[in-house]
């Protein structure tokens, strides 16, 4: 149980184009999801915390114009990066968490990892 | 901000050999968790011990924490090449927030 999956798994564009990443929980309803990016052979840094309903809460320097994030159900959330550069050329993970008590709500179970190559 | 912070920051051993990796963090923790990344993929969450733990076992795994030094450690017993990932702590402060992250250790099991 408690698996996420994103969709697509890599993605390349060309630059100003706007990219879509789905991230889903398949067998629990996640109240809360994470967004974050990691660059090569570095740790995953918190983009945003989004809760289903309600806007995403962004960590310090996230630029929420360019990084959108919906969190429309209690098992979909979506990344959309806006007029995508090569400098957001990242691999983006989400992760979900789900209710409140419990181990499903203490644990954050990942998605497989979307990359992002910008041209 | 990252908190926690794993050492070494890379390790190599042979197969059947113990891997340790260390955690350490700032601030006052709920719980704290241990990750492994293959590369290129998503995280697998190991294993989570609450503040009020000092123990953990699971399969192969075995995770202390220290409260008081604000440390813990992950040993891998009889180690297989399919171990080779990074490995991460990640520190979740008050309960339900968000994890925060060390920068990893990278693993490498020879055959």
């Known amino acids: 149980g408690a698996v996420v999956s994103q969709h697509p798994s890599w993605v390349i564009c060309k630059s100003g184009t706007s990219v879509k990443i789905e991230c889903r929980s398949l067998d629990f309803q996640a109240t809360t999801m994470f967004w974050y990016r990691q660059f090569p052979k570095q740790s995953l840094m918190l983009m945003a915390t989004?809760?289903?309903?309600?806007?995403?809460?962004?960590e310090q320097g996230v630029e929420k114009d360019k990084f959108l994030i919906n969190h429309a159900s209690l098992t979909l959330s979506t990344l959309t990066v806006t007029s995508a550069h090569p400098e957001d050329s990242s691999f983006y993970i989400c992760?979900?968490?789900?209710?409140?008590?419990?181990?499903?709500?203490?644990?954050?179970?990942f998605g497989p990892g979307t990359r992002l190559t910008v041209l | 901000s990252q908190q926690g912070e794993e050492d070494p920051q890379a390790l190599s051993i042979q197969e059947g050999e113990n891997a340790t990796m260390n955690c350490s963090y700032k601030t006052s923790i709920n719980n704290l968790q241990w990750y492994r990344q293959n590369s290129g993929r998503g995280l697998v969450h190991l294993i989570l011990i609450r503040s009020n733990e000092r123990e953990k076992h699971s399969g192969r795994l075995r995770v202390t924490l220290d409260t008081s030094k604000k440390s813990s450690s992950l040993l891998i017993t009889a180690s297989r090449a399919a171990d080779t990932a990074s490995y991460f702590c990640?520190?979740?402060?008050?309960?339900?927030?968000?994890?925060?992250f060390g920068k990893g250790t990278m693993l490498l099991v020879s055959p």
């Open positions: 990640a520190t979740d402060g008050s309960g339900y927030s968000t994890l925060t």
């Open positions: 989004s809760n289903e309903g309600s806007k995403a809460t962004y």
């Open positions: 992760s979900a968490r789900g209710g409140t008590g419990g181990v499903l709500a203490d644990t954050q179970y």
